[in-house]
């Protein structure tokens, strides 16, 4: 077969027709062009398999593990631990050596077991096309692998079918297709053979079905356009290989700070190590094993080990309520957003339709309840009313004209047939219409089912005594053109008002709602069969009925949590404006009413949209592409943007965000793929908890460093004091090893799980480029380093001027250290409020374990022949361990002094 682009023109077979817009044309022009008027033939079939390849989309590399350990050593500081271990061990030092390389182990270990972790809970069908199709060929009808697809092929569908590739459609018979997953759009989209305007948006092209889609009822008849990478799914893909994504903030803080850090640490070794040799007078190997000393006692080896334990433990709260985090520094990121975009369908609202609104000829009421569970009722003006009178016979309307089901499973309602039809069985059972029995006092006779030629659907009923009616439901002017009265309140009938209908009408759609009206028809006893001709006229209507994919509750909640923690949350949508803005104004967005669709975004240059962007919070009728560009648009405001969404459409959009969050139950593959956070329960509150977890993380992240650094400052400073006054070293390297990776981290360890702070969410997003070292951290590690240098220098000075033993001074010096850190966790724990109070002393059973574990740990360090031999220690006496917890506590006494001043200036000032 050849390509069938015709001279000049760009259109191609469906292979290279990404361009060519089958929607506008119609079928028999189509196949046409496709050079298959007729249904393909085997060798035919197999010919175009040969040039088109199969019906697939590219399979993505999967991270392997050797992958995953690579991501977790992508860290400055630990390259520069891995170079001075190996210096270290060159100078035959094994012991230094393998201490910081057990630190650079952990780090590694316990971030990639947690990345193997979310990849297993992750684990799922990666196949989005249909396994088996039915399709016609010049032998008849056959059962094949969607994957042999070929353009040109002639497909049937059915309710229940999966569409196996793009195609343009021949026949319809009231075919309904949940396009959602590609188009966000809420309801099924009634489809015609009928071809469209070229430049129909992907949700108006009425004449095709598209790979991945469900048919939702009726039957087709279509011909193959599109396959595999070609098909919209197949862009989308395609869109989602090229997007990249982001480096997250927290990453980027850790990168500059360790970067900067280390600079200024090799830097100062190099000064420190040739002012040495003119000052120190010691030999050239002695003095670059001090450097190396000073180099380890400066960088805090223990931070990596500390930021991924916190993340670690984020991870795991996160789990706790229902949230994969599959890349670890995602869950601090989630306390940096400043932006939540959200898909509308499936996300803040369930996907499933419901009756939101009645109106019969007296009565307006208002339906309570989320998605196709019975828990609800029906109100007037606030108030439970029962069914009776003309809104028993509404009910008995909706429910009687409806073929669809709704069954039980595993504790949710499950949906056989059209949503709309379910939509209006479970407002018949809030309406207190009894399905059993009333089903079976009015059995079928017979039926007219819906047909988009005539836009009604109506069934005929008898009561077992000859006595008939019909009910009818369908679009509202179709039906009050059949009818000449209404029903009343009280259930007689009366004279209709077509005018006051027809307003009514409108308004509900303005709303947003999908109208139906249902009527009713008397019919002569004994009638068995309804005739089209005799429906037409003397029907009464009964009323109509508001259809909505409601907000979920739970998001409306959050969205107010999110609005007071200073995020806007952004709703882009493929459904109608109409739609997206009632929405949004039940789910308390603002500016609602502000609604900007694709085709308007499509006018729009990048700065216009940039500008926009910012002011408007609902999009409607949107691309893929349009998301992605709304991303980088809020990217560029230097916002930090989290995505939610769970369809196909909102792959690129999801990966290229700094958070992608999909669905996890009604979510797609794809969308699962693409994002960092996936949400178990498809919970949009779920987020508002993740964003208080993430503030947490990072406030207790800052903590760890303000609680670590004083102490490599002291141990450097004291380092650098010693070796340019010529003195012997207080604290040995490995002495500083061993406080950097054990003291230290235990009791850094515990700030990871300190509680949110009060009033977290009431703060506003911190800026993306913030420092993680600002102003009150920065003074706060000056100051405390000068007190840990006070406290080593005076215990090392007091046991030479006593004892004149080196390795006993040290031992206390190390001991005075530990017990500096240990008072001044209870400083750091509340950086900002008096720290002796009983909750403060107190702690928490995880502080008390770790302060319990340090002090055993530093008795075996002092007393056990093993490490005094290891580490060169001797044993201290109770006077010199007093000296040492004296220490510790002049440390708390200072910096709770130092707050009760901070803040009586900060009063002061206003």
Known sequence: MSDVSTPGSKRTVAGGAQSQAWHALAAEQARVLLEAPEPLTDESARARYERFGPNQLPEGRASGPLARLGRQLRNFLIYVLLTAAAITGALGHWVDAGVILAVVIVQTLVGFIQEGRAEQALSAIRHMLAPRARIV????????????????????????DRVPADLRLEKTNNLKIEEAILTGESEAVDKFPDPVDEQSALGDQTGMAFSGTMVATGTARGVVVRTGIHTEIGRISGLLADTTSLKTPLLEQMDRFARGLSLIVIATGILIFF??????GLEFRELFMAVVGLTVA?????????????????????????????????????????????????????????????????????????????????????????????????ARAAALCNDASIIGKDGQPSIHGDPMEAALKVFAGKAEFDHGNSASAWPRVDEVPFDTRIRFMATLHHDHHGHGIAYLKGAPERILAMCAHQVSTDGGTESLSTEHWERIITEMASEGLRVLALARRPMAKGSRELVLEE?????????????LDPPRQEAIRAIKECHDAGIRVKMITGDHALTAGAIARKLGLRNADRVLTGKELDDLDEDQLRSLAGEVDVFARTSPEHKLRLVKALQ????????????????????????????????????????????????????????????????????????????????????????????????????????????????????????????????????????????????????????FLVGIFAAWFWVMHRHQDPVLASTLAVNTLVAMEVFYLFAVRYLDSASITLRGV????????????????????????????????????????????????????????????????KAVRG
């Open 137 to 160: 060929r010049a032998g008849g009808q056959h059962q094949v692998d969607a994957g042999e697809l070929v353009p040109g092929d002639t497909v049937l569908l059915e309710a229940g």
């Open 275 to 280: 002012g040495g040799l003119v000052f120190s």
């Open 298 to 394: 400066a960088i805090p080896e223990g931070l990596p080990a500390i930021l991924t334990i916190t993340l670690a433990i984020g991870v795991r709260q996160m789990a706790r309520r229902k949230a994969v985090v599959r890349r670890m520094p995602v869950i601090e990121t989630l306390g940096a957003v400043s932006v939540i975009c959200s898909d509308k369908t499936g996300t803040l609202t369930r996907n499933e339709m419901m009756v939101t609104t009645a109106v019969t000829s007296g009565e307006r009421y208002e339906i309570t309840g989320e998605g196709y569970g019975s828990d609800g009722m029906v109100c007037r003006e606030g108030q439970p009313v029962t069914g009776d009178g003309v809104l028993a016979e509404l």
């Open 535 to 547: 429906l037409e006229q003397g029907a009464e209507l009964l009323g109509v009925v508001g259809l």
């Open 636 to 787: 560029a405001l230097h916002g930090v943007v989290a995505m939610t969404g769970d369809g196909v459409n909102d792959a690129p959009a999801l990966k290229r965000a700094d958070v992608g969050i999909a669905m996890g139950v009604k979510g797609s593959e794809a969308a699962r793929q693409a994002s960092s956070v996936v949400l178990l329960d498809d919970n949009f509150a779920s987020i508002a908890a993740a964003v208080r977890e993430g503030r947490t993380v990072y406030t207790n992240l800052r903590k760890g460093i303000a609680f670590m650094l004083p102490i490599n400052g002291g141990e450097s400073v004291s380092l650098i004091t010693a070796l340019l006054l010529g003195l012997t070293l207080p604290i040995s390297a490995l002495q500083i090893l061993w406080v950097n990776m054990v003291s230290s981290v235990l009791l850094a360890m515990t700030l990871a799980f300190e509680p949110p702070e009060p009033g977290v969410m009431r703060q506003p997003p911190r800026p993306r480029d913030e420092s993680l070292l600002q102003g009150f951290v920065v003074w706060r590690v000056a100051f405390v380093s000068l007190l």
């Open 842 to 905: 107190l702690g928490t059973p995880v502080v008390l374990a770790a302060i319990a574990a340090v002090v055993i740990l530093q008795l075996l360090f002092t007393y056990l022949p093993w490490f005094q031999h290891t580490f060169t220690t001797a044993a201290l006496s109770l006077e010199q361990l007093a000296f040492s917890v004296v220490a510790g506590v002049v440390v708390l006494l200072v910096l709770e002094l130092e707050t009760a001043i901070r803040n009586r200036v």
